[in-house]
Each structure stands twice: as structure tokens, then as C-alpha cells.
């Protein structure tokens, strides 16, 4: 039996918010915009008028902060310690270009089919948690001194670091045999072309190339043979592309698996 142990998605969902937040996305852009044309915040709800206010690189008090979009930060270093609360909801992403700390009660939620970017060191400090049931991508280190041990940073998901990462960090979460750098779709007249970047991997024969129409339920439509084969394993960015000329009606979700050499897939 091939064991599973986790797996990368791309996708679109509508999603409610389940609670009332302080800051809401309303569109794809940039976290610390203000100017009122180009910022994506809303106080109201994920659907209102834009408005002139962002969280900033250190959102106050405890601010719960529900991102439904594509949002970058370009912040040095981002500050959790005032127990803000992000949420990065189905089929939405965050990319922090930057390091980040969690520290006093602050937390990140990932959903499943969501992911997180971070270029730079996250470091989980005093109560600060995440939980990652999509993706988390760290392009530095993970350093973890929750008081919370390994449960502060814990999930179902998946969880890359282009370091190494301590034992008793994680609980829960899958740590990925690869860095996968980006999974992106475009769209075009005759299909969708799906496009990953790899900056290392380790005995990686194939990636196989799922859908879904409810996220639930995926099939395979296709393959791509490793870069690095026949030895699996590189330190060297690496590139994919694939199409998908089948229509799509209504929502479509993707999913990437990778296969190991001994066929053992994530």
C-alpha cells in the first residue's frame, strides 16, 4: 500500500466568512497599499467598496484578519506580536517576502486548498501558533519555541523549509520532499496552462497532474517526468509546465503529486 503523506493544491472557492474580522481582502494586491484605488481591504466584508486602511507590517491588538485573494507583503519583518490572527481561506494565498514571528497569542490559519508563502524565517514564539491544513512554504528557517512545543505549529497539510527542520517542530503537518517555489495556473482561449517551480527535490521520479471539480474527489490528466531524473534529487531551480485543453464549467481545482522512485507519492 502507497502511503500518503501529503500533497499540493491549486484552486478557486467561494467561501464565506464564518466570523465577523477586521480587515477582510476584496481582491488580489498588495498588503500595505492604502491608496484607495489600489488597496485591497475592506472593514466590512469580503465584498464591499475598497477602503484606505491596511493591518500594516504589525497589526494591532487583536485583529482577525481573513485573506480570500492573492496578497504579498513586502514587509522586512513581519510582527505577530500584538495577537493578530490571519486566516488564508480555501483556494487563496499569502506571500510574505519577508521573515515573520508569531509570539503572545497570535496565529496563522492555512486552509486546506490555501496556501502560505515565506521568504524568509518564521520564527513561533510565547503562545503564537499556526495551523497548516494547506500549504506552507518557508524559504529560510522554522525555528519553534511555542510554550505550545510542537502542537504551535501543527495541521494536516504540508509544510516545506529550505532548511532543515528541527525534530519536535511540527506536529500533525507533512514536511515535503521538495521546495516547490510556485504552483500557478493562466488561462487561455484553448485550455489552462499549469506552471511549478522546484528549487530542490529529493528522489523525485514524476509529478502527476490531478483535478477536481469539488476538491474532494480528483482524478489524474496527465504526468511529468522529473527534471531530475534518473537520480532524483537537484539543487538547481527547475521548471514545469503543463495543458490542461479540457474546458472548464463552473469551479476546477489542481492538484500536484509527487512520485518518489520507490513510487511512494506526496
Known amino acids: 500500500m502507497k502511503r500518503v503523506v501529503g500533497w499540493m493544491l491549486f484552486g478557486i472557492l467561494f467561501f464565506k466568512s464564518p466570523v465577523k474580522a477586521d480587515y477582510y481582502s476584496i481582491k488580489d494586491g498588495v498588503w500595505e497599499q492604502t491608496a484607495k484605488a489600489t488597496c485591497p481591504w475592506s472593514k466590512v466584508s469580503h465584498t464591499s467598496p475598497t477602503c484606505s486602511c491596511s493591518p500594516l507590517c504589525s497589526p494591532g491588538g487583536n485583529f482577525i484578519i481573513y485573506i480570500k485573494h492573492n496578497i504579498t507583503s513586502s514587509c522586512t519583518l513581519f ?3 500584538c ?11 499569502f506571500t510574505l517576502n519577508g521573515g515573520g514571528t508569531l509570539t503572545g497569542t497570535s496565529n496563522i490559519f492555512v486552509y486546506a486548498v490555501g496556501s502560505m508563502i515565506i521568504n524568509g524565517n518564521l520564527a513561533i514564539q510565547g503562545n503564537g501558533s499556526g495551523l497548516i491544513n494547506g500549504t506552507l512554504q518557508v524559504n529560510r528557517t522554522i525555528t519553534n519555541s511555542s510554550s505550545l512545543g510542537s502542537n504551535g505549529l501543527c495541521g494536516s497539510g504540508s509544510i516545506t523549509s529550505s532548511q532543515p527542520i528541527a525534530p519536535g517542530t511540527i506536529y500533525g503537518a507533512t514536511i515535503m520532499p521538495i521546495e516547490l517555489l510556485c504552483f500557478n495556473l493562466k488561462q487561455q482561449d484553448d485550455g489552462q496552462l499549469l506552471h511549478w517551480e522546484t528549487s530542490s527535490k529529493k528522489n523525485n521520479k514524476l509529478f502527476e497532474v490531478e483535478n477536481s471539480t469539488n476538491s474532494i474527489f480528483f482524478e489524474k490528466i496527465g504526468e511529468q517526468n522529473s527534471k531530475a531524473f534518473p537520480t532524483g534529487n ?5 521548471s514545469y509546465d503543463f495543458w490542461d485543453k479540457e474546458e472548464i464549467i463552473g469551479y476546477c481545482y489542481y492538484r500536484l503529486k509527487q512520485v518518489n522512485l520507490n513510487d511512494e507519492f506526496n
Open 79 to 81: 510582527d505577530f506580536t
Open 83 to 93: 495577537g493578530a490572527t490571519i486566516r488564508v481561506l480555501s483556494g487563496s494565498s
Open 234 to 238: 537537484s539543487v538547481n531551480l527547475l
